[in-house]
């Protein structure tokens, strides 16, 4: 090998600056097709499906007239019909027979008050069922009306935080033309509701609760896309933040004793203003609260998407000092917004912020800039978080494709790397729920499309077991090398478990040596008779990384250069006339190996033509270089 090393060190120096480019590194490195963990398989599609995990990861899932439990071991479905057409109905004129979705569509499942409730659509006149054990008992509270939607194709956000519940589902057959509203509908203290100013025409993205040190500052956040109520810019739709405090009671005065009164609302930008980039679509908001940030990922009018977080303590420095767009009152004695506890706000502060809900600062990201952007189209996030082998933190932000597939993006020190692409369907598919699970043992995604759902375990490492190289490059961390081979570090995270993610860990040599069955592989390009060697033929070299280079070299000099996302680098020969060692190389940042040597020998007792064709067994070394 001794003599390849030179050559090594001169490819190196030369190509190593194409690999610090940003691109590359979203692109995934790799690619695993049948990804480690468990599919829940529906008997027939369930485009509209609802999930619900519970506590004892039981899984839940809504379809059409249907309800369906997997335990960890078995499923059960459970027929949820539509009330049937009785005459008092009928004469109100309600029969939808006609209509799209005159059938019961389970949209939500989920816990309430300590039951189990099943709601769905039930032909437009939403319904919640009690579940208890194999029987369900139908309920008839009004606000099970603002548990489903009327058709399940509508926007909504409901909030269930255990003890209390809000939602934006209108209430009544009228509803549909009637202002916007987020509601508390269920749980102790005033059902209060959202005034006229807050939401237009929103289309709902996520709602969530965060908690302040001090319980009074706790806060409701609602993430949607909104008409432009400002002029300031030209976009007709924006993503708005609006928040509001979970412990507030109202106002005093008397005809909004209901209305939230600290209810406010700005602009969310993501981008990087000092290169002029937007994204102002917003598709989905992850909420990692032992960092108390938020990640936003947008997309732009070519489908481009970015990653965006904020501080939430810089979110509420902007909602605490802003001013309110369109207001000039400044003699307030209680600033808009103000979390008072369980006292009122008082009647003119509550006033300016029915008034004037926008503020006129608006929301950027941290550092004035994006986490990351890519050419791929994302639409579902969530960011997990995990103590690697070095004792530091590492953050993960998944990311749902809209043809169904996941990527899993590492931050790292020197910036933000794509690892894998998981194919958990078969087909392109849409993602209906993207769901993170961890506790002490497991790190678990839940991706879920009209099919079903798969549980996936974040701490798979089949795809990186080939060597304690393509373990440790794979900058995965949740991966390491132990024992001769690559573990999930939830197993084991002992010391002696070899990761390479902030320094240059090195594999040992023997670690690496892995003879691949003897093969003798040479392929023909033209249709030869296949006794003699073929005149034209070609070697293949399986290019598996998307981030390295490959190339083949013959003794010291190099013949070809591949372009990335080809499968495969091929060396096309029209006929041996040089015998010796044709070598795969690969480089991937500062690790230059090779992945496959063939060795041509001559046979001399035969003419030239009918020769001399031997494949040798190949074997995988890799040679480091820090540069
Ligand atoms: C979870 O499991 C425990 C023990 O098996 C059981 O008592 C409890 O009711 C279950 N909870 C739910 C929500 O199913
Ligand atoms: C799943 O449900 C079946 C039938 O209801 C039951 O026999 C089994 O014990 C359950 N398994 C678990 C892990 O809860
Ligand atoms: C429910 O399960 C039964 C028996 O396992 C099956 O025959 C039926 O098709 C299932 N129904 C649905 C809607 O999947
Ligand atoms: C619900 O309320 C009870 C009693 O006030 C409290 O102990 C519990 O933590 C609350 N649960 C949640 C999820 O906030
Ligand atoms: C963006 O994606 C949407 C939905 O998949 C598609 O309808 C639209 O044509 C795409 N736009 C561009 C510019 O590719
Ligand atoms: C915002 O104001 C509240 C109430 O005055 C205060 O408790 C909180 O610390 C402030 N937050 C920031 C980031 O300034
Ligand atoms: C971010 O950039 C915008 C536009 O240039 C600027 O108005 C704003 O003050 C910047 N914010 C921070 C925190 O630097």
Known sequence: ??????????????????????????????????????????????????????????????????LYHFNLTEMRNYSLKADSYESQREKRGENCQNQPYCKNYVTFVGELGGNLLICGTNAYNPTCWK??????????????????????????????????????????????????????????????????????NPLFVKSLVVKRKEEKENKIFLFYMDVNSQSRSTESEVPMIAQMCEEEIGSDAANERFRFSTALKSRLICGTPTAQQYYPFLQDIYFLESRDLLYGLFTNAWNHSAVCSYQVEDIERVFNTSGLFGSSRTDLSIRPGTCLGKKPTPEATADEVANYPELTSWIWPLANQTLFQSLYHYRKLVVDEITAVDEKNYRIVLLATDEGTVHKVVELPDGFLNVLELHPFSKPAKILHFHLHTDKTEHVLYVAAAQGIYRLPLDDCTSYNESCTDCIISKDPYCGWSEGKCHSILVNKSSRVLQNLAHDDKCNDEAEIKILPRRTEFHKSSGDNAELPPSKFYLECPTESKQARYWWTYGNSEMKNCT???????????????????????????????????????NYSGRMQCSWLVVLAFSILTVYYIL
């Open 131 to 200: 579940m208890d054990g194999e029987k369900f008992t139908r309920i008839s509270e009004r606000w099970t009306q603002q548990l489903s939607p009327r058709t399940p194709d509508s926007s909504y956000s409901i909030l269930n935080t255990g003890n209390e519940t809000y939602s934006t589902i209108p209430r009544g057959s009228s509803a549909s033309t009637r202002q916007p509203q987020f509601r508390k509908i269920f749980g102790s203290g005033s059902q209060l509701y959202t005034g006229d100013k807050l939401l237009i």
């Open 1 to 66: 090998m001794k003599q390849h090393l030179a050559v090594l060190s001169v490819l190196c120096l030369c190509f190593f600056p194409c690999f610090v480019s940003k691109d590359i590194r979203m692109n995934p490195r790799l690619t695993q097709h049948h990804p480690g963990g468990t599919p829940y398989l529906l008997p027939r599609e369930e485009p509209m499906a609802s999930f619900y995990l519970d506590i004892n990861k039981s899984m839940y899932i809504g379809g059409e007239e249907v």
């Open 564 to 602: 990335p996302n080809e499968d495969q680098c091929m060396l096309l020969f029209d006929r041996v006339t040089s015998p010796g060692e044709y070598h795969c190389m690969s480089q991937e940042l500062s690790t230059v190996r090779v992945v496959r040597k063939y060795t041509f020998a001559m």
